[in-house]
């Protein structure tokens, strides 16, 4: 009878998510995903609920209210860790002295059929999971997560200007462009994708409020409920379209207002 891997996925982006998702449910049949979580809060609590016995565990570094070794100094993670990562070289050292795996984004198919390999094979193994070292991944995956953009270059005709972080209220998608909008109003198009740009700056200043907006938390003005419970939030300088909440980035959305 072949055996059943139970998997959970920890991505805060959806978009992220889905594909994950849809990659695991293609090309493995014998892995059956049995929870998402999005953030470092719910991931713990999930993990800690004695009904809750992944296997394996595909995770974010960066999450929506912190970085994935926050959860190992939190709470016993017995499964196999495989990290999904932007970062470069630097950073997954970290992954291998602590016996996690790693996959790079974008996940290349071949590479996730390598990862889920040696996961069957350690798991056939019937040896306990050796609990990743949290302080070596704070340390190194810290000071990774520290190094956050500072500026950002934009083409203007044939000039470049240079805009600050500080300077930014917030980032939208729209019409397959990507806008970096200053506090002052101005309205530049980026080079980079909106995901990858939401990727690159300090998670404690900006937060990714749905598919086609990231906000500074500078540029929030107000937050209403709409309808079925949505958040409405309102930023300065008021863009021309209306900013609603993701209703799956909810709560991430209010402990991040409370700096939790």
């Not at 809060?41 to 970085?67: E, Y």
Request: proline share 5%.
């Amino acid at each position: 009878m072949k055996r059943i891997y139970n998997v959970l996925i920890v991505e805060d982006e959806i978009p992220a998510q889905t594909n994950l998702r849809r990659l695991i449910e293609k090309h493995f049949d014998d892995l059956r995903i049995v929870g998402t979580q999005s953030s470092v809060v719910g991931t713990v609590a999930w993990l800690r609920d004695p009904a809750n016995r992944p296997d394996i565990v595909f995770m974010d570094v960066q999450l929506s209210d912190g970085m994935c070794f926050d959860i190992f100094a939190q709470t016993p993670v017995q499964a196999k860790v495989v990290v999904t990562t932007a970062y470069d070289n630097y950073a997954l050292r970290a992954f291998r002295i602590n016996s996690v795996d790693y996959l790079l984004k974008p996940i290349a198919p071949d590479e996730l059929q390598a990862a889920v390999e040696r996961c069957r094979k350690a798991l056939a193994s019937e040896e306990p999971a050796p609990s990743p070292d949290a302080d070596m991944l704070r340390e190194i995956l810290g000071h990774a997560g520290r190094d956050y953009k500072k500026r950002f270059a934009v083409r203007l005709g044939d000039k470049i200007t240079v805009v600050n972080t500080e300077q930014v209220a917030y980032f939208y998608a729209e019409d397959k462009y990507t806008y970096l909008v200053t506090v002052e109003g101005r309205k530049l198009i980026l080079d980079a994708s909106l995901d990858a740009v939401s990727e690159q700056v300090d998670p404690r200043q900006f937060f990714r409020l749905s598919r086609n907006c990231t906000v500074a938390i500078g540029a929030i003005a107000g937050i209403s409920k709409h309808l079925s419970n949505r958040l409405k939030v309102a930023i300065e300088p008021k863009p021309d379209f209306d900013v609603f909440v993701s209703r799956s980035r909810t709560a991430d959305f209010m402990n991040w207002l409370e700096d939790k």
